[in-house]
């Protein structure tokens, strides 16, 4: 009896989050598509700043433990991470072991980051494993010939951030040592959740979820880290109740159409959500990948110098959030500070939110899902210089990111790009602004998009 009650607490410790009870930010960081074999990975890391840019030639990629200690995914700079020093810090070291659990075994094993500002240099046991640029983009890292299931590794992270290079996005993070003007304090590294995620081979890779309310059906685009002759089935369901169940091949060229009978709109007055559930099956039925996920339906569009929800003229009035908080800076201490932060909103009579300067985490999408509260979703694109043809190229791979990781979330309603683009010249600035927008509106032609929230337009749906 003994050994069947210690089997299924190992069972249970290895399909759910593992995390202690002080655990900073443990709640699942992407619930629009949420599998059960996770590992959260916030907590106490060890760190060294590395102001003479040294690192490398010291092998500190192999370094498996650094004099200091820091909270993740609270920024050296915070507070809420240990350490509160707010000078300029341009490279900096992260590290900690990562055990693998056993039943990972003949799985793909992946390394997820919500973000890290700005150049991240992930290593295992001193190897190189990926590089990634972007300071508000997520990303993730596959671990699968880096690791072995039941062993413990060194995960090491390496991060530069130069921000007053005009090379790379900053938002409102401050130029200068003291806070200016509406620049604040800065934010370097690690700050959101970092996690570790068991995910079959065959499994799916993401989707791109279209309401058509017009025709009442909801389309699906998946993507799969291998095709093959699965099945990927898919339910929506209305509470307990299924309201539409399809199944494709498991093929990235697969579309499906689910229709949506007696359909409930998503609004910030109602904001209903259906729940979806992804499986991917093998020929016997066996559930090889399940990913469980929500989708709002509803329609935005402009149209004779309007906005439209669901078809009908809507006012939108906005508040301008920031996403600043006192002890995280960047990041919120905690889901409720999240939460809290949309409530205040509706309270004060807003309906929504454009969210300034910062690309805010998915929680916070999620709860404006769930609330009902509009967003527009923009870059923290001050600090970089739009005239520079790297920094162009720096930014349509951090945007693009975003657009793809965000693109489902029914609240968000506008992307907007840049804002206040001062000094933007006549060419590379033009430039820049026609391929974002087209780049967009291909990722993601179902939103309108502002090109640029002062300064000039140069192509945008809205004035």
């Not at 060194?154 to 130029?175: A, E, I, M, P, Y």
């Not at 992307?415 to 974002?436: I, K, Q, S």
């Amino acid at each position: 009896m003994k050994k069947l009650l210690a089997a299924a607490m190992l069972f249970m410790l290895n399909s759910w989050s593992c995390f202690s009870a002080d655990t900073p930010r443990a709640e699942y960081p992407r619930p629009q598509f949420e599998r059960e074999q996770w590992l959260n990975l916030n907590g106490t890391w060890t760190f060294d700043f590395d102001f003479g840019k040294s690192g490398k030639d010291r092998r500190l990629q192999s370094a498996e433990k650094f004099d200091k200690n820091i909270t993740v995914p609270f920024c050296p700079e915070s507070k809420l991470s240990g350490v509160g020093y707010t000078d300029f810090i341009e490279q900096m070291w992260y590290q900690r072991n990562i055990t693998i659990p056993s039943d990972w075994n003949g799985k793909k094993i992946f390394l997820n980051f919500g973000a890290v500002d700005y150049c991240a240099e992930i290593y295992v046991d001193g190897k190189f494993v990926q590089r990634h640029f972007g300071g508000s983009s997520s990303f993730a890292v596959d671990l699968t010939r880096y690791v072995t299931p039941g062993k413990t590794h060194n995960l090491v992270v390496f991060v530069q951030d130069d921000l007053r290079s005009g090379l790379q996005t900053g938002g409102k993070q401050c130029g200068n040592y003291y806070s200016g003007g509406c620049s604040y304090t800065r934010t370097t590294g690690i700050w959101q959740t970092v996690w570790m995620e068991a995910v079959s081979a065959d499994g799916l890779k993401s989707v791109f979820v279209r309401p058509d309310i017009d025709q009442k059906q909801l389309i699906i685009e998946p993507e799969f880290y291998n095709e093959s002759a699965n099945t990927l089935e898919i339910t929506l369901k209305d509470g307990n109740k299924t309201v539409a169940k399809k199944s494709v091949n498991c093929a990235n060229s697969s579309v499906v159409v689910l229709p949506v009978k007696n359909m409930k709109l998503w609004s910030p007055e109602d904001p209903f959500l259906y729940d979806l559930v992804y499986q991917v099956k093998d020929a016997k039925g066996n559930v090889l990948d399940e990913v469980k996920s929500y989708a709002g339906m509803r329609k935005v569009h402009t149209a004779n110098g309007r906005f439209y929800l669901n078809n009908q003229p809507y006012f939108q009035r906005l508040v301008l959030d920031q996403g600043f908080y006192p002890e995280g800076i960047w990041t919120a201490p905690s889901d409720e500070d999240l939460k809290n932060d949309i409530v205040l909103g509706k309270e004060a009579g807003f309906n929504g939110a454009r969210l300034h300067q910062k690309v805010f985490e998915e929680r916070y999408y999620y709860w404006a899902d769930k609330l009902g509260y509009i967003t527009w979703g923009e870059s923290a694109s001050w600090m970089l210089d739009v005239n520079k043809e790297l920094a162009a190229r720096n930014f349509l791979g951090e945007w693009s990111e975003v657009v793809v990781r965000d693109r489902n979330h029914p609240s968000l309603v506008t992307w907007t790009p840049f804002n206040e683009t001062w000094g933007g010249g006549p060419d590379a600035y033009v430039r820049l602004v026609r391929d974002v927008y087209n780049i967009t509106k291909a990722i993601d032609p179902t939103r309108p998009v502002n090109d640029a929230s002062g300064d000039n337009h140069v192509i945008t749906d809205i004035w």
